[in-house]
């Protein structure tokens, strides 16, 4: 198929096996930012955003992705302060997590401005950390959410 | 905190930005991808190996046994590990041939068309009773005994017996393993996740019959390993060291995906004490005499080390005068098991914390009661007859009590279980110290090496083996070093780990390179000093003009500045024999608490909050020492509660995919909160001790502990699952321990 | 050989395909590539059909097309003040992530026995709408499942929605999903309940997941409320009932024994909102 798609606001068009996963196709285009992690969609280390929505990019067809809005955290702004509140609140440790983590946590912020722990806990499920016990993240979301 | 103590990570940008490489992340041009085919018996031999007429080999780079140049091992403690089994082999999963393609889809079909035809072995057996049982065979591989008085013969007024037993658990780093190896021009370099790179240079040089010096090994971001990347990258290492041999000038990258990374890497060693407990009336502890036993697998790898620090935490931060640890490591035909943090001692640890409930409960006193009347203070003789200096355990006790409103807790939880029909609350505590360094005399074989490259401009680099992988090591090794050239944190990086670069400071393990290294290159910086002060005219103090100053004269009159220093061993002594003395450089002590809720309808155990309180010597950065802690005590919960490794009748992980093997999520997490004590008393840097491990020892016995007490049942094993709640409470009903439901 | 990927736009021709065609349908794509997807397979994607897209409110209840995605059913007003139980079950599937793109008609057609919003679809009493060239058919949900993995919907067939009617007010709805940890999880356990307190007993019905090789209506245990509570319909009665609907398994999750009783627990959970029973557990 013709695949033609945004990935971090650069605009793409080329012949793919509509079958194959957004995950590879990614990586394949230098968003290393993208991570596998278990292949089957539990562990988020390759979530993105497509069309706004967070994704297991291992998990989607690129037939899926046609005129779809793709952001990995490449595309993020340098002055990202969520990313930021990542660094120095202890949000990242290994960093194989994180990147997913943090669109995650965007999507969260999108969605609800000053989420509560609940909240978060509900948001972050799909993206699981080995590292950080998620305190980290946390400070670093509440940080971001504050006014 | 101010920007001096929680400066960010040297990592953090690469990280939250995806731009740090991993080993996927390479991407070398015309790379060839590599698997490997594995033995399916849980033993036996290998008695042809049979390849598809269906596909052209010549295409493929083909490894087997008969193409190791060097010998046939993974070098270990022991060498009894085969890097590619060629005849007789111990478990499933063993490796037998190796493949690589420059095509992912054809080495899948081609790795589809080997059949290893296996003779099976004598009856593969796969717990440490049976093990026991056939012990006669020579099937122990390692027994240590640490002996203080005469426990035998002790007698005490009031006894307990209890087993307690431990689960396997999978480090499920989020990055599985993988390694990628190009020989040229006589030289192996090879990139990849690991936590000790000369381990991973000695064990491919042993291998392929290289010299060491032509065998270099360069880590990359290492996406998590806790233990697990200490051993078994090694093995990954040879192999794709193996195929690189034969295709000299490429690339091969041997990368696993979960499911095989699940099935064949280590595990920790699953554990069962029998602990005998004696006190006099008034709860002082007269004896403790405690047969400890590790599950080892199938070849001797890391089991003696992780015994050892088994063995020396199992009696605990008590009072005792009568103490014997009896400590095996028995084999068995699962894959082997191996280093996870902690080491042995999360463990141990575990059967002790919950026998001193059990011992409180038969006393008639609380468990608080209990280890208040027994925890180490100030001037105790520990059971490895260490006297303890600077250290006021029931101190600790108390001050987490108190900080975690304990009593207050205590009193609401009888409040809601006198309340509430579907569920029980209850408060658990666990008391426990954690040694930092490598155990008895090991950090004086080790004799590490560490130093500093001073640039002509005053910019610094840490140069030593030790890997970042995620405990945040660039950062405090970059603040102990600037804190002792008094120069900004930004001038100092940590160099890459290429063993053609740094010197051998040892592996990433054990709590050990903030304490051990730290200390070394504080003496380096010292080092550094000296030399600028005396050949580059450093002024005494300095500020960091003056020390940029200094590095351009001396750079200018004597060339490149680097310095190197040695670890310095303590004047104390470690009897291996008795295992008495002093087993490690220090100590941190801790006292955790946890408070559960168990729900009667589906038995499901929720942790509602967790508290952790450590003495630690000295903290060098906030931010990362809480996450360390943090994260460990999220693993702990785990090994607690979800993380149960099913076996399949071959002896591997069955539940080998993510989705099966249950980790905690965020939404599994009670707020974890954490405090700190600083005494100044570590071995390390300004008094700090190692804390990376710390964590993994408090929760499952602080949470079973709350259970037990929420429930008046008697749970002594992790993990504890809902079906094992479940029966626990039907075993518990119309007995002593009835449950009015 | 490389495969086939259809992905029609409009309803016609995705069924002529269908009839066509031995291709595995797609929607979400969500249990097709983490179960291991052939990129060499066929596929017959229906992702972009407009048709199967949507949730209305009409007088027989509410149809929602089998595109709508768990987080659309989790947020949609209707669905949380009319179907609060399908708004819980598909807040339970999966993660956000995966919310985000498994669909309804994709969880009932991938038939596992541990899906999560098929208990609802039973208790509610969902009628379930396959389209095919011959035209449009409706089903009781509870005759969709035929056997492990297997579905009464043909081979030229596809799901196209679900007409789900809106309990009385004043009835009593319960869902729980009992997995392997709080979130995320795959179930041992589900039960919904919905219904009310008629004259004599309980007029409910009961739907379970991870039961049994198929999700299961418990039509024994409903018969044995709908007798009151009297004489014929003790705990003990209520038990037995409910083990002669269910057949639950040992496997990597769970254990027979621990299904089987927290199955009855959740029962006795749920009868709890009915003061005839609130002193079930």
Known sequence: MRLRCSVNGRRLAETVCPADRLLDYLRARGCTSVKEGCGEGECGACAVLLNGRLVNS??????????????????????????????????????????????????????????????????????????????????????AAAP | MNARECPPRKDGYDKVRGRARYVADLGRADVLHACTIRTRLPGGRVAAVHWGPEVAWAEYVVVT??????????????????????????????????LAHPDRRALAQAAAAVRIEEEPGAGPVFDIDAALARAADGTVFQEYELRKGDAAKAAAEIEWRGTYVTGAQEHL????????????????????????????????????????????????????????????????????????????GRSVSLIYDRAEDMAVTPKRHPSRSIVRLGADRHGRLRFMDIDFVIDGGAYVTLSPVVLSRGVIHAAGPYRCPHVRVRGRAVATNHPPFGAFRGFGAPQSIFALECAMDDLARHLGVSPVELRARNLLGDGDVSPA????????????????????????????????????????????????YHGAGFTGNGERHLASRAGLR??????????????????????????????????????????????GDVPNSGPTVASRTCMVVGRILEQAAADV?????????????????????????????????????????????????????????????????????????????????????????????????????????????????????????????????????????????????????????????????????????????????????????????????PEDVMAAIEGAKGGRHAIAL | ????????????????????????????????????????????????????????????????????????????????????????????????????????????????????????????????????????????????????????????????????????????QYFRKVGTRRAQAISKVTLALAGQAGREGLCVRIGLASVGPVPVLARTAAAVLRAGRTAACTRERLQEALQADIAPQDDIRSTRLYRDRVAFNLLKEALCGFPTWSDAF
């Open chain 1, 58 to 143: 291992c998990l989607v067809p690129l037939a899926h992705a046609e005129d779809a809005d793709v952001l990995t955290v490449e595309g993020l702004p340098d002055d990202d302060p969520l990313s930021g509140h990542f660094v120095f609140e202890g949000g990242t440790q290994c960093g194989m997590c994180t990147p997913g983590m943090v669109l995650a946590a965007h999507a969260l912020l999108a969605e609800c401005p000053r989420p509560d722990r609940a909240r978060m806990q509900e948001a972050l499920a799909g993206n699981l950390c080995r590292c950080t016990g998620f305190e980290g993240i946390y400070r670093a979301i509440a940080r």
């Open chain 3, 1 to 172: 050989m490389s495969g086939r990927w259809w992905r029609p736009r409009d309803l016609a021709c995705a069924l002529r395909i269908r009839a066509q065609e031995p291709a595995v349908c797609v929607a979400g794509a969500t249990d097709l590539m983490a179960g291991g997807w052939d990129p060499a397979g066929s596929y017959l994607d229906l992702s972009a059909l407009a048709a199967l897209a949507g949730i209305r409110e009409t007088e027989a209840g509410i149809e929602i097309g089998a595109l709508v995605t768990c987080t659309a059913l989790g947020r949609h007003a209707v669905i949380r003040a009319r179907l609060p139980l399908l708004a819980q079950s598909a807040a339970a599937t999966g993660s956000r992530a995966i919310q985000n793109r498994a669909t309804l008609g994709g969880n009932v057609m991938n038939a596992s026995p541990a899906a999560d919003n098929p208990p609802v679809l039973l208790a509610y009493g969902a009628q379930v709408r396959l389209a095919s060239e011959r035209g449009l058919r409706s089903l009781p949900y509870e005759e969709f499942h035929t056997g492990y993995k297997t579905t009464a919907c043909a081979a030229d067939e596809i799901v196209h929605s679900f007409l789900v009617p809106v309990p009385d007010a004043g009835s009593h």
């Open chain 2, 529 to 721: 000093l000296e030399r600028l002060r005396a050949q580059g005219g450093l002024p005494v103090p300095h500020d960091p003009q003056a020390f940029a100053q200094g590095c351009a004269r001396f750079h200018a009159a004597c060339g490149p500045l680097v310095c190197m220093s040695e670890y310095v061993a303590p004047a104390s002594a470690w009897n291996e024999a008795t295992f008495q003395g002093a087993p490690y450089g220090s100590f941190a002590w801790a006292c955790y608490v946890a408070e559960v809720e168990v729900d009667l309808v589906t038995y499901a155990v929720t942790v509602r909050d967790f508290f952790a309180l450590q003495e630690v010597g000295r903290i060098v950065h906030p931010v990362v020492a809480a996450g360390q802690i943090e994260g460990g005590i999220a693993q702990g919960i785990g090994f607690a509660l979800t993380e149960k490794v099913v076996f399949g009748a071959d002896g591997v992980m069955a539940n080998n995919r993510v989705t099966n093997y249950i980790l905690p999520t965020s939404a599994d997490l009670p707020p974890i909160r954490v405090v700190f004590e600083q005494n100044g008393q570590g071995a390390g840097p300004r008094g700090a001790t190692g804390i990376g491990e710390l964590p993994m020892d408090g929760p499952a016995p602080a949470i079973v502990n709350a259970i037990n007490a929420a429930l008046g049942i008697a749970l002594s094993g992790v993990p504890v699952l």
């Open chain 2, 454 to 499: 001073v640039r002509a401009e005053g910019t610094v680099e840490i140069l030593c083996s030790n890997t970042e992988m995620g405990q945040g090591m660039q950062t405090t090794l970059a603040q102990i070093v600037a804190d002792a050239l008094t120069i900004p944190y930004d001038w100092v990086q940590v160099a890459v780990a290429d063993t």
């Open chain 2, 65 to 98: 046994g008969d193409d190791i140049p060097g010998r046939n091992c993974v070098q270990m403690i022991t060498d009894d590990q085969p890097a590619l089994v060629k005849d007789r082999f111990r478990h499933a999963g063993e490796p037998v041939v190796l």
């Open chain 2, 385 to 432: 007859g260490q006297r303890v200096e600077g250290i006021d355990m029931p101190g600790i006790l108390r001050r987490a009590l108190a900080h975690s409103a304990y009593d207050e807790r205590q009193k609401a939880c009888r409040a809601w279980n006198a309340r509430e029909k579907r569920s029980r609350r209850g408060l658990g505590i666990a008391t426990f």
């Open chain 2, 173 to 248: 780093y989020i990055e599985p393993q993988g390694m990628v190896a190009c020989y040229q021009d006589g030289t192996l370099i090879i990139e990849g996740s690991m936590q000790c790179p000369y381990y991973v240079q000695a064990a491919v040089a042993v291998a392929t019959g290289l010299p060491a010096g032509s065998v270099r090994i360069r880590p990359c971001a290492t996406g998590g390993a806790f233990g697990g990347k200490e051993e078994y990258p090694s093995h990954i290492a040879i192999h794709a060291a193996l195929l690189a041999l034969k295709a000299p």
